[in-house]
């Protein structure tokens, strides 16, 4: 089991910019493909971004593309979303989740393919 902790989370105005981290402890994320998702209040979790093990592939929703990076720095057992030109409709908390199916070179996209979670960061942005 990986143990997942995010930070970087706040209260910020639109147009505004966070970078969110993910840091790992209990085993390597090394190998695993790691994603990002969220959860807006009275609405299901969704996919934001997601990055294979090797950071060859990443995906992400279309309403955050071209303003949300997703990295890993497997040095540093962390995962990050830079997240920029920050709207309203960005509002929630997000979560890191860990793929434990090593190698693998698919981003998973579906909450259920996730294996452990991390508690999650509030992010409020104001108009």
């Known amino acids: 089991q990986v143990q997942l902790v995010e930070s970087g989370g706040g209260l910020v105005q639109a147009g505004d910019s966070l970078r969110l981290s993910c840091a790992a402890s209990?085993?390597?994320?090394?190998?695993?493909?790691m994603g990002w998702f969220r959860q807006a209040a009275g609405k299901e979790r969704e996919f934001v971004a997601g990055?294979?093990?090797?950071?060859?592939?990443?995906d992400y929703q279309d309403s955050v593309k071209g303003r949300f990076t997703v990295s890993r720095d497997n040095a540093k057992n962390t995962v990050y979303l830079q997240m920029d030109s920050l709207t309203p409709e960005d509002t929630a908390v997000y979560y890191c989740?860990?793929?434990?199916?090593?190698?693998?070179?698919?981003?998973?996209?579906?909450?259920?393919?996730?294996?452990?979670w991390g508690q999650g960061t509030q992010v409020t942005v104001s108009s």
């Open positions: 989740a860990a793929d434990r199916n090593s190698f693998s070179t698919v981003v998973p996209t579906r909450a259920g393919e996730y294996d452990d």
């Open positions: 209990g085993r390597t994320i090394s190998w695993y493909a």
């Open positions: 990055i294979s093990w090797g950071s060859s592939k990443r």
